[in-house]
T-cell receptor, first 111, second 114 residues
């Protein structure tokens, strides 16, 4: 496709369950980012992948959060033992030269 | 560390009036600055960017922004507001050639009054 896609668009889960969020970046964009958008915190950086380098995980809020990027393309953000404060919109972005292009996000609701 | 401050979490303007959304940045290095727009239930869309070329940057939908180093500002303007401009606008900063994470402002929700 022409843009960044994310799935699912909405996810409702129960507290304590694990969730996986997927991001399909634009083909050829080597940098990939995850951000979180929540009412109380605004837009926060979570993690950044660049090619084969070790990812920048400095924004991950706890060790319940992890992400991987397979084959330099698709990325999965995993949240283990979800908590209510994890409820947010999770945005994926990829970069070409100096511009980040964002996907539509996954809205996560933890009950 | 870098940061951006957006003054005014909510701005209302009449249709046809000037739109001015304020953004001030703090950076120890020459920054790269961006404005993104988010329409309801959609992702972020790039409006325009400053990457140390021309200080007056023109973007999509008639928006433009001027980088003023002396004022550490990057305010977003549009001469005549349209109803379709109603959205949330985010200013963001990156420390160098886009390969670092963006630091976002808290956003400004723009309402257009008919």
């Amino acid at each position: 496709g022409a843009g960044v896609s994310q799935s699912p668009s909405n996810k409702v889960t129960e507290k304590g369950k694990d969730v996986e969020l997927r991001c399909d970046p634009i083909s050829g964009h080597t940098a990939l980012y995850w951000y979180r958008q929540s009412l109380g915190q605004g837009l926060e950086f979570l993690i950044y992948f660049q090619g084969n380098s070790a990812p920048d995980k400095s924004g991950l809020p706890s060790d319940r959060f992890s992400a991987e990027r397979t084959g330099g393309s698709v990325s999965t953000l995993t949240i283990q033992r979800t908590q209510q404060e994890d409820s947010a919109v999770y945005l994926c972005a990829c970069r070409n030269t100096d511009t980040q292009y964002f996907g539509p996000g996954t809205r996560l609701t933890v009950l | 560390a870098q940061s951006v401050t957006q003054l005014g979490s909510h701005v209302s303007v009449s249709e046809g009036a000037l739109v001015l959304l304020r953004c001030n940045y703090s950076s120890s290095v020459p920054p790269y600055l961006f404005w993104y727009v988010q329409y309801p239930n959609q992702g972020l869309q790039l409006l325009l960017k400053y990457t140390s070329a021309a200080t007056l940057v023109k973007g999509i939908n008639g928006f433009e922004a001027e980088f003023k180093k002396s004022e550490t500002s990057f305010h977003l303007t549009k001469p005549s507001a349209h109803m379709s401009d109603a959205a949330e606008y985010f200013c963001a900063v990156s420390p160098n050639f886009g390969n670092e994470k963006l630091t976002f402002g808290t956003g400004t929700r723009l309402t257009i009054i008919p």
